[in-house]
Protein backbone atom coordinates (compact mmCIF):
# COMPACT_ATOMS: atom_id res chain seq x y z
CA UNK A 1 0.00 0.00 0.00
CA UNK A 2 1.44 3.21 -0.96
CA UNK A 3 1.15 6.33 1.50
CA UNK A 4 0.21 9.71 0.28
CA UNK A 5 0.74 12.84 2.29
CA UNK A 6 -1.39 16.54 1.01
CA UNK A 7 -0.58 19.82 2.22
CA UNK A 8 -3.54 22.44 0.70
CA UNK A 9 -2.89 26.68 0.16
CA UNK A 10 -4.93 29.02 0.19
CA UNK A 11 -8.32 29.57 0.30
CA UNK A 12 -11.68 27.60 1.08
CA UNK A 13 -12.37 26.09 -2.38
CA UNK A 14 -8.73 24.45 -2.22
CA UNK A 15 -9.32 23.39 0.52
CA UNK A 16 -12.79 21.65 -0.62
CA UNK A 17 -10.58 20.08 -3.51
CA UNK A 18 -7.76 18.90 -1.19
CA UNK A 19 -10.40 17.02 1.09
CA UNK A 20 -12.05 15.48 -2.95
CA UNK A 21 -8.34 14.25 -3.67
CA UNK A 22 -7.73 12.76 -0.56
CA UNK A 23 -10.99 10.82 -0.53
CA UNK A 24 -9.84 9.75 -4.36
CA UNK A 25 -6.75 8.37 -3.03
CA UNK A 26 -8.15 6.66 -0.17
CA UNK A 27 -10.18 4.87 -2.35
CA UNK A 28 -7.67 4.00 -4.65
CA UNK A 29 -6.27 2.29 -1.56
CA UNK A 30 -3.81 4.97 -0.79
CA UNK A 31 -3.20 5.18 2.95
CA UNK A 32 -3.29 8.74 3.90
CA UNK A 33 -0.48 10.14 6.15
CA UNK A 34 0.64 13.50 7.48
CA UNK A 35 2.63 15.71 5.32
CA UNK A 36 5.13 15.65 8.09
CA UNK A 37 5.84 12.14 7.55
CA UNK A 38 7.41 10.36 5.21
CA UNK A 39 5.47 9.25 2.21
CA UNK A 40 5.50 7.51 -1.58
CA UNK A 41 3.77 10.79 -2.64
CA UNK A 42 3.65 14.52 -2.16
CA UNK A 43 0.18 16.32 -3.37
CA UNK A 44 0.42 20.06 -2.78
CA UNK A 45 -2.59 22.08 -3.48
CA UNK A 46 -0.75 25.12 -4.69
CA UNK A 47 -1.89 28.83 -4.36
CA UNK A 48 -0.86 31.46 -6.84
CA UNK A 49 -3.10 34.78 -5.10
CA UNK A 50 -0.07 36.60 -4.60
CA UNK A 51 3.81 36.19 -5.07
CA UNK A 52 4.26 35.42 -2.21
CA UNK A 53 1.60 32.46 -2.44
CA UNK A 54 4.10 31.20 -5.76
CA UNK A 55 7.19 31.66 -2.92
CA UNK A 56 5.47 29.37 -0.77
CA UNK A 57 4.34 26.97 -3.06
CA UNK A 58 7.71 26.24 -4.61
CA UNK A 59 8.55 25.91 -0.81
CA UNK A 60 6.44 23.61 0.26
CA UNK A 61 7.20 21.57 -2.90
CA UNK A 62 11.04 21.40 -2.23
CA UNK A 63 10.17 20.50 1.35
CA UNK A 64 8.17 17.28 0.22
CA UNK A 65 11.46 15.97 -1.97
CA UNK A 66 13.89 16.87 0.80
CA UNK A 67 11.67 14.57 3.11
CA UNK A 68 11.83 11.67 0.63
CA UNK A 69 13.75 12.24 -2.46
CA UNK A 70 12.29 9.07 -4.13
CA UNK A 71 8.95 10.03 -3.19
CA UNK A 72 6.45 11.59 -6.40
CA UNK A 73 5.82 15.04 -5.82
CA UNK A 74 2.77 16.30 -7.37
CA UNK A 75 2.55 19.93 -7.67
CA UNK A 76 -1.54 21.08 -8.27
CA UNK A 77 -3.61 23.80 -8.97
CA UNK A 78 -3.37 27.64 -9.25
CA UNK A 79 0.52 28.02 -9.51
CA UNK A 80 0.37 25.34 -11.91
CA UNK A 81 -1.54 27.09 -14.35
CA UNK A 82 0.26 30.22 -13.42
CA UNK A 83 4.01 29.00 -13.89
CA UNK A 84 3.83 25.45 -15.48
CA UNK A 85 6.81 26.47 -17.59
CA UNK A 86 8.97 27.30 -14.35
CA UNK A 87 7.67 24.26 -12.73
CA UNK A 88 8.52 21.68 -15.58
CA UNK A 89 12.43 23.07 -14.93
CA UNK A 90 11.81 22.48 -11.30
CA UNK A 91 14.06 18.81 -10.23
CA UNK A 92 11.71 18.48 -6.85
CA UNK A 93 8.38 18.43 -9.01
CA UNK A 94 7.47 14.95 -10.68
CA UNK A 95 4.26 15.92 -11.66
CA UNK A 96 1.95 18.71 -12.31
CA UNK A 97 -1.66 18.64 -12.32
CA UNK A 98 -3.52 21.98 -13.48
CA UNK A 99 -6.98 23.07 -12.53
CA UNK A 100 -10.11 20.60 -13.88
CA UNK A 101 -7.04 18.13 -14.08
CA UNK A 102 -7.42 17.07 -10.38
CA UNK A 103 -10.63 14.89 -10.42
CA UNK A 104 -8.00 12.60 -12.63
CA UNK A 105 -5.33 12.52 -10.06
CA UNK A 106 -5.38 8.74 -9.14
CA UNK A 107 -5.10 7.75 -13.34
CA UNK A 108 -2.36 10.37 -13.41
CA UNK A 109 -0.63 9.07 -10.45
CA UNK A 110 -0.61 5.29 -11.91
CA UNK A 111 0.42 6.58 -15.10
CA UNK A 112 3.71 8.01 -14.16
CA UNK A 113 4.00 4.53 -11.88
CA UNK A 114 3.76 2.56 -15.07
CA UNK A 115 5.88 4.78 -16.90
CA UNK A 116 8.34 5.38 -13.84
CA UNK A 117 8.89 1.66 -13.53
CA UNK A 118 9.30 0.76 -17.64
CA UNK A 119 12.29 3.74 -17.66
CA UNK A 120 14.09 2.43 -14.69
CA UNK A 121 16.11 4.01 -12.38
CA UNK A 122 16.14 6.93 -14.99
CA UNK A 123 12.98 8.13 -14.78
CA UNK A 124 10.77 10.17 -16.24
CA UNK A 125 10.71 13.56 -16.44
CA UNK A 126 7.68 16.32 -14.97
CA UNK A 127 4.69 14.79 -15.90
CA UNK A 128 2.66 17.43 -17.64
CA UNK A 129 -1.38 17.51 -17.17
CA UNK A 130 -2.57 20.89 -17.82
CA UNK A 131 -5.71 22.52 -19.66
CA UNK A 132 -6.14 26.07 -21.45
CA UNK A 133 -7.89 26.89 -18.48
CA UNK A 134 -9.14 29.89 -19.63
CA UNK A 135 -11.01 27.85 -23.22
CA UNK A 136 -13.60 25.15 -20.71
CA UNK A 137 -16.95 25.64 -20.00
CA UNK A 138 -16.52 22.36 -17.91
CA UNK A 139 -17.30 22.12 -14.05
CA UNK A 140 -14.92 19.36 -12.47
CA UNK A 141 -16.33 16.64 -11.10
CA UNK A 142 -15.08 16.77 -7.36
CA UNK A 143 -17.42 15.77 -4.74
CA UNK A 144 -16.37 14.64 -0.87
CA UNK A 145 -18.34 12.40 1.47
CA UNK A 146 -17.23 13.64 4.47
CA UNK A 147 -15.11 16.93 5.66
CA UNK A 148 -11.92 17.91 7.49
CA UNK A 149 -14.68 19.03 10.48
CA UNK A 150 -17.20 16.88 12.47
CA UNK A 151 -19.82 19.74 12.16
CA UNK A 152 -19.76 21.45 9.55
CA UNK A 153 -18.66 21.03 5.62
CA UNK A 154 -17.85 23.44 2.63
CA UNK A 155 -19.37 22.34 -0.83
CA UNK A 156 -17.87 24.34 -3.65
CA UNK A 157 -20.66 24.80 -6.26
CA UNK A 158 -19.08 27.56 -8.82
CA UNK A 159 -15.46 27.91 -10.03
CA UNK A 160 -13.95 30.76 -12.23
CA UNK A 161 -14.03 34.06 -11.97
CA UNK A 162 -15.27 36.65 -15.09
CA UNK A 163 -14.49 39.93 -13.42
CA UNK A 164 -11.03 40.73 -13.96
CA UNK A 165 -10.33 42.74 -11.07
CA UNK A 166 -7.11 44.69 -11.60
CA UNK A 167 -4.88 43.09 -8.68
CA UNK A 168 -6.22 39.89 -9.22
CA UNK A 169 -4.76 36.75 -11.01
CA UNK A 170 -7.38 34.64 -10.60
CA UNK A 171 -9.59 35.01 -13.75
CA UNK A 172 -6.69 33.76 -15.53
CA UNK A 173 -5.37 30.37 -13.32
CA UNK A 174 -9.08 29.32 -12.76
CA UNK A 175 -10.82 30.47 -15.74
CA UNK A 176 -14.17 31.70 -17.14
CA UNK A 177 -17.12 31.17 -14.34
CA UNK A 178 -18.61 27.52 -14.56
CA UNK A 179 -21.35 26.44 -12.39
CA UNK A 180 -22.12 22.78 -10.78
CA UNK A 181 -25.05 21.10 -11.32
CA UNK A 182 -27.95 22.33 -8.29
CA UNK A 183 -28.73 18.07 -8.82
CA UNK A 184 -24.78 16.91 -7.66
CA UNK A 185 -25.20 20.08 -5.16
CA UNK A 186 -28.40 18.32 -3.49
CA UNK A 187 -26.62 14.73 -3.75
CA UNK A 188 -23.65 15.49 -1.47
CA UNK A 189 -25.12 17.97 0.42
CA UNK A 190 -27.92 15.23 1.59
CA UNK A 191 -24.69 12.58 2.28
CA UNK A 192 -23.12 15.26 4.30
CA UNK A 193 -25.81 15.27 6.49
CA UNK A 194 -26.54 11.52 6.38
CA UNK A 195 -22.56 11.66 7.80
CA UNK A 196 -24.16 13.65 10.43
CA UNK A 197 -23.01 17.24 9.11
CA UNK A 198 -25.42 19.99 10.29
CA UNK A 199 -24.25 23.03 8.93
CA UNK A 200 -23.07 23.40 5.09
CA UNK A 201 -21.28 26.13 3.41
CA UNK A 202 -21.40 27.01 0.12
CA UNK A 203 -18.65 28.38 -1.55
CA UNK A 204 -16.77 28.92 -4.77
CA UNK A 205 -14.44 31.47 -6.47
CA UNK A 206 -16.99 34.05 -7.12
CA UNK A 207 -20.02 32.72 -5.41
CA UNK A 208 -22.70 35.42 -6.45
CA UNK A 209 -22.27 34.08 -10.47
CA UNK A 210 -23.36 30.50 -9.61
CA UNK A 211 -26.01 29.71 -12.49
CA UNK A 212 -24.27 31.38 -15.33
CA UNK A 213 -23.81 27.73 -17.53
CA UNK A 214 -26.25 26.02 -16.50
CA UNK A 215 -28.09 25.01 -19.05
CA UNK A 216 -31.33 24.67 -17.00
CA UNK A 217 -31.84 28.25 -15.65
CA UNK A 218 -31.23 28.22 -11.41
CA UNK A 219 -29.73 31.03 -9.08
CA UNK A 220 -27.63 31.21 -5.83
CA UNK A 221 -31.02 31.86 -4.21
CA UNK A 222 -32.83 28.72 -6.02
CA UNK A 223 -29.90 26.59 -5.05
CA UNK A 224 -30.29 27.93 -0.96
CA UNK A 225 -34.24 27.13 -1.52
CA UNK A 226 -33.62 23.52 -2.90
CA UNK A 227 -30.90 22.90 0.00
CA UNK A 228 -32.72 24.29 2.65
CA UNK A 229 -35.80 21.22 2.05
CA UNK A 230 -32.62 18.33 3.31
CA UNK A 231 -33.32 16.60 5.89
CA UNK A 232 -30.50 16.51 8.38
CA UNK A 233 -29.23 20.34 7.46
CA UNK A 234 -29.81 22.27 10.16
CA UNK A 235 -27.56 25.17 8.56
CA UNK A 236 -26.80 27.22 5.66
CA UNK A 237 -24.21 29.60 5.28
CA UNK A 238 -22.61 31.75 2.13
CA UNK A 239 -18.88 32.17 1.35
CA UNK A 240 -17.88 35.95 -0.12
CA UNK A 241 -20.62 37.43 -1.94
CA UNK A 242 -20.35 40.49 -4.23
CA UNK A 243 -22.40 43.27 -3.08
CA UNK A 244 -24.14 43.53 -6.20
CA UNK A 245 -26.15 40.04 -5.59
CA UNK A 246 -27.74 42.16 -2.38
CA UNK A 247 -31.54 43.34 -3.31
CA UNK A 248 -34.31 43.84 -1.39
CA UNK A 249 -36.16 40.59 -3.00
CA UNK A 250 -32.90 38.81 -2.32
CA UNK A 251 -32.59 39.50 1.23
CA UNK A 252 -36.29 39.09 2.27
CA UNK A 253 -36.12 35.45 0.85
CA UNK A 254 -33.29 34.23 2.46
CA UNK A 255 -34.97 35.81 5.66
CA UNK A 256 -37.92 33.07 5.20
CA UNK A 257 -35.57 30.60 5.14
CA UNK A 258 -35.41 29.36 8.79
CA UNK A 259 -31.86 27.56 7.99
CA UNK A 260 -30.21 30.17 6.72
CA UNK A 261 -27.19 31.69 8.65
CA UNK A 262 -27.27 35.51 8.50
CA UNK A 263 -23.55 36.25 7.95
CA UNK A 264 -22.51 38.05 4.69
CA UNK A 265 -19.08 38.08 3.73
CA UNK A 266 -19.52 41.03 1.60
CA UNK A 267 -16.40 41.56 -0.51
CA UNK A 268 -15.25 45.56 -0.20
CA UNK A 269 -11.64 46.24 -0.69
CA UNK A 270 -11.69 50.00 -0.33
CA UNK A 271 -13.75 52.62 0.86
CA UNK A 272 -12.20 55.24 -1.39
CA UNK A 273 -14.50 55.61 -5.10
CA UNK A 274 -10.89 56.59 -6.71
CA UNK A 275 -9.00 53.39 -5.05
CA UNK A 276 -12.34 50.82 -6.44
CA UNK A 277 -12.14 52.87 -10.09
CA UNK A 278 -8.52 51.55 -10.41
CA UNK A 279 -8.99 48.06 -8.67
CA UNK A 280 -11.76 47.61 -11.12
CA UNK A 281 -14.32 46.79 -8.48
CA UNK A 282 -18.01 47.14 -10.44
CA UNK A 283 -19.55 49.38 -7.24
CA UNK A 284 -19.00 52.64 -5.35
CA UNK A 285 -18.62 53.27 -1.39
CA UNK A 286 -21.98 54.32 -1.56
CA UNK A 287 -23.20 51.50 -3.19
CA UNK A 288 -21.75 49.20 -0.76
CA UNK A 289 -23.44 51.09 2.34
CA UNK A 290 -26.92 51.00 0.73
CA UNK A 291 -26.50 46.70 1.03
CA UNK A 292 -25.57 46.80 4.25
CA UNK A 293 -28.24 49.23 5.72
CA UNK A 294 -30.35 47.08 3.50
CA UNK A 295 -29.48 43.60 5.38
CA UNK A 296 -29.13 45.23 8.53
CA UNK A 297 -32.45 46.24 7.95
CA UNK A 298 -34.00 42.87 7.00
CA UNK A 299 -31.53 41.06 9.64
CA UNK A 300 -31.30 43.19 12.57
CA UNK A 301 -28.47 41.21 13.80
CA UNK A 302 -26.80 40.38 10.80
CA UNK A 303 -22.76 40.06 11.07
CA UNK A 304 -21.67 41.88 8.33
CA UNK A 305 -17.46 40.66 7.37
CA UNK A 306 -15.48 42.17 4.90
CA UNK A 307 -11.89 42.34 3.06
CA UNK A 308 -9.75 44.79 2.74
CA UNK A 309 -6.60 46.15 0.79
CA UNK A 310 -4.31 48.67 1.83
CA UNK A 311 -1.53 50.37 0.12
CA UNK A 312 -2.84 49.82 -3.64
CA UNK A 313 -1.18 51.06 -5.86
CA UNK A 314 -1.88 55.28 -6.13
CA UNK A 315 -3.66 55.08 -2.21
CA UNK A 316 -2.55 58.55 -0.94
CA UNK A 317 -2.88 58.97 2.36
CA UNK A 318 -6.04 60.96 1.65
CA UNK A 319 -7.67 58.18 0.14
CA UNK A 320 -6.43 55.77 3.05
CA UNK A 321 -7.99 58.32 5.11
CA UNK A 322 -11.52 57.97 3.23
CA UNK A 323 -11.37 54.08 3.42
CA UNK A 324 -10.87 54.34 7.21
CA UNK A 325 -13.75 56.41 7.35
CA UNK A 326 -16.27 54.16 5.70
CA UNK A 327 -15.24 51.20 7.52
CA UNK A 328 -16.03 52.63 10.91
CA UNK A 329 -19.37 54.07 9.49
CA UNK A 330 -20.46 50.71 8.06
CA UNK A 331 -19.53 49.00 11.13
CA UNK A 332 -18.18 45.47 10.43
CA UNK A 333 -17.74 42.51 12.78
CA UNK A 334 -14.32 40.96 11.34
CA UNK A 335 -12.42 42.77 8.60
CA UNK A 336 -9.75 40.89 6.72
CA UNK A 337 -7.01 43.45 6.00
CA UNK A 338 -4.37 42.58 3.76
CA UNK A 339 -1.36 44.56 2.27
CA UNK A 340 -1.41 44.89 -1.04
CA UNK A 341 0.86 42.56 -2.78
CA UNK A 342 2.22 43.12 -6.81
CA UNK A 343 1.12 39.90 -8.45
CA UNK A 344 3.22 39.74 -11.62
CA UNK A 345 0.54 38.80 -14.82
CA UNK A 346 -1.59 41.67 -13.25
CA UNK A 347 -2.62 45.51 -14.28
CA UNK A 348 -1.85 46.69 -10.83
CA UNK A 349 1.50 45.11 -11.00
CA UNK A 350 2.55 48.17 -13.74
CA UNK A 351 0.65 50.46 -12.33
CA UNK A 352 2.72 53.88 -10.91
CA UNK A 353 2.85 54.99 -7.75
CA UNK A 354 3.11 52.04 -5.95
CA UNK A 355 3.03 52.74 -1.98
CA UNK A 356 6.07 52.05 0.28
CA UNK A 357 6.28 48.86 2.43
CA UNK A 358 6.38 50.87 5.45
CA UNK A 359 3.49 52.78 4.84
CA UNK A 360 0.96 49.88 4.04
CA UNK A 361 2.40 48.51 7.38
CA UNK A 362 1.21 51.11 9.37
CA UNK A 363 -1.53 51.53 7.46
CA UNK A 364 -2.18 47.88 8.22
CA UNK A 365 -1.82 47.73 12.04
CA UNK A 366 -4.35 51.07 11.98
CA UNK A 367 -7.04 49.04 10.52
CA UNK A 368 -6.44 45.97 12.86
CA UNK A 369 -6.98 48.03 15.49
CA UNK A 370 -10.32 49.49 14.58
CA UNK A 371 -11.34 45.55 13.39
CA UNK A 372 -10.46 44.69 16.78
CA UNK A 373 -12.45 47.44 18.25
CA UNK A 374 -15.52 46.95 15.90
CA UNK A 375 -15.75 43.16 16.74
CA UNK A 376 -15.95 43.32 20.36
CA UNK A 377 -18.57 45.83 20.40
CA UNK A 378 -20.41 43.88 17.79
CA UNK A 379 -20.01 40.50 20.10
CA UNK A 380 -20.84 42.57 23.16
CA UNK A 381 -24.46 42.97 21.96
CA UNK A 382 -24.54 39.09 22.07
CA UNK A 383 -24.17 38.92 26.07
CA UNK A 384 -27.25 38.01 28.11
CA UNK A 385 -29.60 37.48 25.19
CA UNK A 386 -30.28 33.55 24.48
CA UNK A 387 -28.63 32.49 21.07
CA UNK A 388 -28.26 29.19 19.18
CA UNK A 389 -24.88 27.40 19.33
CA UNK A 390 -23.68 25.02 17.06
CA UNK A 391 -20.92 22.92 19.71
CA UNK A 392 -18.11 21.43 17.94
CA UNK A 393 -14.86 21.28 19.83
CA UNK A 394 -13.96 20.69 23.25
CA UNK A 395 -10.69 22.53 24.27
CA UNK A 396 -9.34 22.88 28.17
CA UNK A 397 -8.00 26.27 29.25
CA UNK A 398 -6.47 26.55 32.64
CA UNK A 399 -7.78 22.79 33.46
CA UNK A 400 -11.75 23.75 32.47
CA UNK A 401 -13.32 21.79 29.38
CA UNK A 402 -15.50 24.05 27.13
CA UNK A 403 -17.21 23.16 24.50
CA UNK A 404 -16.38 25.61 21.51
CA UNK A 405 -19.10 26.36 18.68
CA UNK A 406 -20.54 28.71 16.82
CA UNK A 407 -23.55 30.99 16.63
CA UNK A 408 -25.62 31.68 13.23
CA UNK A 409 -23.83 34.89 12.93
CA UNK A 410 -20.42 33.35 13.47
CA UNK A 411 -19.69 34.49 16.93
CA UNK A 412 -17.64 32.02 18.96
CA UNK A 413 -19.67 31.34 22.00
CA UNK A 414 -18.17 28.46 24.83
CA UNK A 415 -19.82 26.55 27.28
CA UNK A 416 -18.31 24.27 30.36
CA UNK A 417 -18.21 20.60 28.78
CA UNK A 418 -19.76 19.01 31.11
CA UNK A 419 -23.90 17.73 30.17
CA UNK A 420 -22.90 18.80 26.66
CA UNK A 421 -21.82 17.19 23.49
CA UNK A 422 -20.42 18.20 20.27
CA UNK A 423 -22.11 18.32 17.00
CA UNK A 424 -25.14 19.32 18.88
CA UNK A 425 -27.24 22.15 18.90
CA UNK A 426 -27.41 24.19 22.39
CA UNK A 427 -29.65 27.52 23.59
CA UNK A 428 -26.83 29.22 25.31
CA UNK A 429 -27.15 33.24 26.99
CA UNK A 430 -23.46 34.24 27.42
CA UNK A 431 -23.11 36.39 30.36
CA UNK A 432 -19.03 37.67 29.71
CA UNK A 433 -17.01 37.90 26.71
CA UNK A 434 -14.51 35.12 26.09
CA UNK A 435 -10.69 35.00 26.84
CA UNK A 436 -8.43 34.70 24.12
CA UNK A 437 -7.47 31.77 25.15
CA UNK A 438 -10.74 30.44 23.87
CA UNK A 439 -10.84 33.09 20.89
CA UNK A 440 -7.94 32.16 19.40
Known amino acids: MRKAALHNLGCKVNAYESEAMQQLLEQAGYEIVPFRERADVYIVNTCSVTNIADRKSRQ ?86 SAAGHTRAFIKIQDGCDQFCSYCIIPYTRGRVRSRLPQEIEREAAGLAAAGYQEIVLTGIHLSSYGIGLLEPESLLGLIRRLHCLDGIARIRLGSLEPRIITREFALALAGLPKFCPHFHLSLQSGCDETLK ?40 EEFAETKAFLDKIHFYEMHVFKYSVRSGTRAAKM ?70 PNTLVEVTPERMLTEEILA
Request: aromatic share 6%; charged share 25%; net charge negative.
Open 60 to 145: MLHRAKKQNPDAVVVAAGCYVQSAAEELKKDLAVDVLVGNNKKQDLVPILEEYFRQASGAGMGGTGTAKHIINIGDTKEYEALHIG
Open 278 to 317: RMNRHYTAEEYARCCALLRDVFPAAAITTDVIVGFPGESE
Open 352 to 421: PDQVPEAAKTRRSEELLALEKEMSLQYRQGFLNVPREVLLEEEITVHGVPYLVGHTREYVKIAVPAKGHC
